[in-house]
């Protein structure tokens, strides 16, 4: 019986939060603590002759410059984390000052004079993948390249009723997460504790231990209040290590906090993916075949190529394809390295195949609905052309619901037409794969006076996991919520984890809290057996309590946790091993893979502004824990999604400077845009947890795009190829 | 009246000011803004989330009206009254705000809620019973990346009805 699981609780999160309460990295001050700024490359591409920091030294104040260091970490530019030979795109750290207040630093860091050569610089990726200029001197812009093959797609083509091509841009974004990163670290004699502002302590202590082996005996990293991530506080970054570095260096605390306009110079920019598809259809408009060459623009490093192989694996999406192909071309540009935002290539996937759909109906002159049904899949689990296994769902009941909110949407749409307003109604169905792992880790142990702490290796920073988690854990054990606390976010406190990313957390912590909950109970079976003199075969757990149902005899959990602490230096008599605490690691052999649909009505009015007059969603992430969360995270998704489509770009001019480089260039939607968003879920595709749950951090992101540009296009007449489309476009 | 002030500087300012209700003293040079000035004093909800007044993350109330407190410098704050998110709640005792955002679901991260809150203080304060519209209006110099907004004026709404009600019924459910 579930008490928790399934209902709106409130988040046990909030109470800080709401009260100026909550603790964020910049919130954290140790005595002596220095603080660090980086002088950052002014252009995008050049060599560096030198950097001369005599001024700066003279400020009173000033403790030392950091100049030239490099390290060697995977996939990262040569010169990481600061140029040394080359400046690569504009914001790449190029030197770190460490003075003794922020204000000193920086007036210290704009008196750093960096010496250099201009060099051509390539921001196009289509002109980068012709080789002609180099974005990295001695290297070819091509720094990957792979085929996604199935079938025979040129022949399906070519015999195909009906064809065509079309070129799909998804531009590059910023994340933007309101808190920008920080990180302080703290020497003590050998040993390091790191804040940092990240979505993953344990991966940060990996990372940071793999480069400072030789200088530290450990690191501890603990992740404070996080002022949300989307993906972008994940992989290692320049100034984690830079500012490692100045405190090893120094022997003093030191931290580091971004402000926003270095943030968006350094902060990984994402997305940044060009499709150009060919496609083929019978008249009856089964898709035939698929030819997309996708270019991922991976800027100066390339550790985002993984993002054009989830792209590439999940192009099919829901539907029925055989023939297909997707070459890949990863190319490198003078500009910010890329990585993952929420979605993280799936997004990409479903903007190119919804986009290819709505346009094949478009050409074939047919309902766009009856389309998506002919080429569904229709039974599951699902093999799809490139090996990726599709778990249980059942889209066509999801395609359905959706479609029945469509026709009525169209019916409002319709009317408006009639009155002379230009609106459009837009359509997606998306199919996703997340709970990214391997495995998560949690650790559930109940305390003398009977209050549970769960500690997870998930480390969340917005979604409310803890919450969920407790509700989880509290349903389990039988026991109120309000005596269940969930903490994380420190590699002190559990032995090894992931962190939060892929959409995972709920499922893939929940259910390791779940089995942590399990053994508790065992333990507490065996334990009440000592107490109560019963075998322990005879005793059962129910809510809350151990009982005996022949004796009638029970204990509850807090009874049982209070015995095992009663006499302070006294014997141990009972033939048990003390404690109540269960550790369990939880993996799934396969991703998950939650599908759902997205329905705009939009208006365009004469200067392209774009209104969402009405806006439905539909997911199925199998069992929900929490309604309000879950709910929240699509709100928040769409309208990410809904800024991706209509505002965000991250623009370099032909030199590769930065034209969007703060919030009055780069606009993120702010509550006039935004709109309300009708939510409902389905639980028919379960995984195969204990706890049958999916995600939703992400699909928000994903469903939200192709269905308001398809809005956009239908409102306009005019066929809409690019993310986003601005005013001046429609 | 705005009488100009000329300072040196490096020159040390001392200045006088109440926050939340204490009367504080605090010496700065004087180009620091208010916000670092308010966090080093201790309140860090006062948050920081740009560098060019765009996103009011940093939005408290000064002398009655809610002003991004890096648009000001800590000089400019002598003698004045100030209020930030650490001053709202009562003995132990939630603002109606505060008790609408969490009702509500308004927050995630927690990064923009401070600021978000002190808005909707003024707003609510200006137009006790606003429409979705003035809401959206009023707090739209506040960005938030988490929520999309809706919870954000459901709370605001339901923090205008506990208001106008005078009450506070917060009841845990
Ligand atoms: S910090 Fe962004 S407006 Fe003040
Ligand atoms: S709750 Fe995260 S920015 Fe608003």
Redo the contacts between chains.
């Keep these: 019986m579930s008490r928790y699981i399934g209902k709106r609780i409130?988040?046990k999160?909030?109470?800080k939060?709401?009260?100026?309460?909550?603790?964020?990295v910049?919130?954290i001050e140790f005595p002596g603590t220095l603080y660090l700024a980086i002088v950052r490359s002014p252009v995008a591409h050049a060599t560096l002759k030198k950097v001369d920091f005599s001024d700066a030294l003279k400020l009173s104040g000033v403790v030392g410059v950091i100049t030239g260091l490099n390290l060697r970490v995977e996939n990262r530019p040569s010169n990481f984390p600061m140029a040394k030979t080359e400046l690569l795109y504009v914001g790449q750290p190029v030197a770190a000052v460490v003075a003794k207040d922020?204000?000193t630093a920086y007036d210290a860091a704009e008196l750093v004079q960096i010496d250099y050569d201009s060099l051509p610089a390539v921001t196009d990726p289509e002109e980068a993948l012709k080789d002609d200029v180099k974005a990295v001197e001695g290297k070819g812009n091509v720094a990957y390249r792979k085929t996604y093959s199935s079938g025979n797609p040129e022949k399906a083509i070519s015999e195909a009723d009906v064809s065509f091509e079309e070129k799909l841009v998804i531009s590059r974004v910023y994340p933007?997460?309101?808190?920008?990163r920080g990180v302080i670290s703290v020497y003590q004699q050998g040993f390091l504790t790191v804040y940092s502002s990240t979505q993953s302590p344990h991966y940060m202590r990996r990372y940071l231990l793999n480069a400072f082996a030789d200088k530290v005996k450990d690191i501890r990293v603990i992740q404070p209040?996080?002022?949300?991530a989307?993906g972008s506080k994940l992989f290692p970054y320049p100034e984690d290590y830079i500012t490692v570095y100045a405190s090893l260096l120094y022997e003093r605390p030191v931290k580091w906090i971004a402000?926003?306009?270095e943030d968006i110079r350094q902060t990984y920019h994402a997305r940044g993916q060009i499709h150009k598809v060919k496609v083929g259809a019978k008249r009856d408009g089964t898709l035939t075949g698929i030819i997309d060459d996708l270019i991922i623009d991976l800027g100066a490093a390339s550790h985002g190529t993984y993002l054009a192989d989830i792209a590439a694996q999940m192009l099919p999406g829901p539907y029925s394809i055989r023939d297909i192909k997707v070459e890949v071309y990863g190319v490198y540009t003078n500009k910010t390295p890329l990585d993952q935002y929420r979605g993280a290539g799936r997004p990409e996937a479903t903007f190119v195949i919804e986009r290819i759909m709505s346009i094949l109906a478009d050409e074939l002159k047919m309902d766009e609905i009856e389309l998506r049904k002919k080429n569904l899949i229709k039974s599951t689990p699902y093999v799809n052309p490139f090996g990726v296994k599709y778990d249980n769902g059942d889209y066509a009941s999801l395609l359905n619901k959706a479609e029945q909110v469509y026709r009525e949407m169209e019916r409002k749409a319709e009317k408006l037409r009639s009155e002379g307003r230009k609106v459009g109604v837009g359509f997606s169905f998306y199919l996703e794969m997340n709970n990214f792992g391997p495995w998560e880790s949690a650790s559930v142990r109940v305390r003398g006076d009977g209050r549970v702490l769960v500690i997870i290796g998930a480390a969340p920073?917005?979604?409310?996991t803890a919450t969920g988690i407790a509700q989880i854990v509290a349903d389990e054990l039988g026991v109120d919520i309000d005596n269940v606390d969930v903490i994380w976010g420190d590699t002190s406190t559990i032995g090894e984890g992931y962190g939060t990313y892929g959409s995972r957390s709920l499922t893939l912590a929940g259910n390791a809290a779940l089995l942590a909950s399990r053994k508790v109970k065992e333990k507490a079976i065996r334990l009440a057996a000592q107490f109560l003199k019963s075998d322990p075969q005879e005793l059962e757990y129910k809510d809350g309590k151990v009982v005996n149902p022949k004796t009638g005899k029970s204990m509850t959990l807090k009874e049982i946790a209070a015995k095992s602490m009663s006499v302070l230096g006294g014997v141990w008599r009972y033939k048990e091993e003390p404690g109540l605490e269960g550790t369990a690691y939880f993996g799934l052999d396969n991703l998950t893979y939650p599908y759902g649909s997205h329905v705009a009505l939009v208006e365009v009015d004469d200067t392209g502004f774009v209104k969402v007059l009405d806006y439905y969603a539909i997911d199925d992430i199998g069992l929900v824990v929490n309604p309000?969360?879950a709910?929240?995270q699509v709100?928040?998704?769409?309208?990410?999604g809904f800024g991706e489509t209509v505002l965000e770009e991250v623009i370099h001019d032909k030199e590769g400077n930065l034209l969007t480089g703060?919030?009055?260039d780069y606009m993120?939607?702010?509550?006039?845009e935004?709109?309300?968003?009708k939510w409902e879920y389905m639980e028919k595709g379960k995984s195969d947890a204990p706890l049958p749950a999916k995600g939703i951090g992400e699909g928000a992101t994903i469903g939200t795009p192709p269905s308001v540009l398809r809005a956009m296009e239908k409102a306009v007449g005019k066929r809409l190829t690019k993310l986003p489309t601005l005013p001046w476009d429609l | 009246m705005n009488e100009v002030k000329v300072y040196e500087k490096d020159q040390k300012v001392k200045i006088h000011f109440k926050v939340n209700g204490q009367d504080v003293e605090y010496e700065t040079?004087p180009?620091?803004l208010l916000v670092?000035a308010l966090?080093e004093l201790g309140?860090?909800?006062?948050?920081?989330?740009?560098?060019?007044s765009?996103?009011g993350?940093c939005t408290v109330i000064m002398n009655g009206k809610s002003v991004k407190s890096c648009t000001v410098l800590a000089v400019e704050a002598d003698g004045s009254e100030i209020l930030?998110?650490?001053g709202?709640?009562k003995d132990g005792k939630?603002h109606p705000i505060?008790e609408a955002?969490?009702?509500k679901?308004a927050?995630?991260?927690?990064?923009?809620?401070?600021g978000m809150?002190m808005e909707a203080y003024w707003l609510l304060k200006e137009k006790p019973d606003p429409t979705e519209e003035e809401?959206?209006?009023g707090?739209?110099?506040?960005?938030?990346?988490?929520?999309?907004?809706?919870?954000?004026?459901e709370a605001v709404k339901l923090a205008s009805q506990k208001l106008r009600l005078g009450q506070t019924p917060y009841q845990?459910?």
């Design positions: 409130k988040r999160e909030d109470p939060l709401i009260t100026g309460q909550g603790r964020y910049d919130d922020k204000y933007a997460a309101m808190e920008p209040d996080v002022g949300g989307f402000t926003r306009s920073h917005g979604q409310g309000m969360l709910e929240g709100m928040g998704g769409v309208i990410q703060t919030f009055g993120i939607p702010t509550a006039v935004a709109f309300n968003i | 040079e180009r620091k670092h966090r309140f860090t909800g006062v948050h920081i989330g740009c560098d060019t765009n996103c993350a930030t998110v650490e709202l709640a939630l505060q955002f969490w009702e679901h927050l995630q991260c927690g990064y923009c809620t401070p809150i809401i959206r209006e707090i739209s110099g506040n960005l938030c990346r988490c929520t999309g907004y809706q919870n954000i004026v845990r459910q």
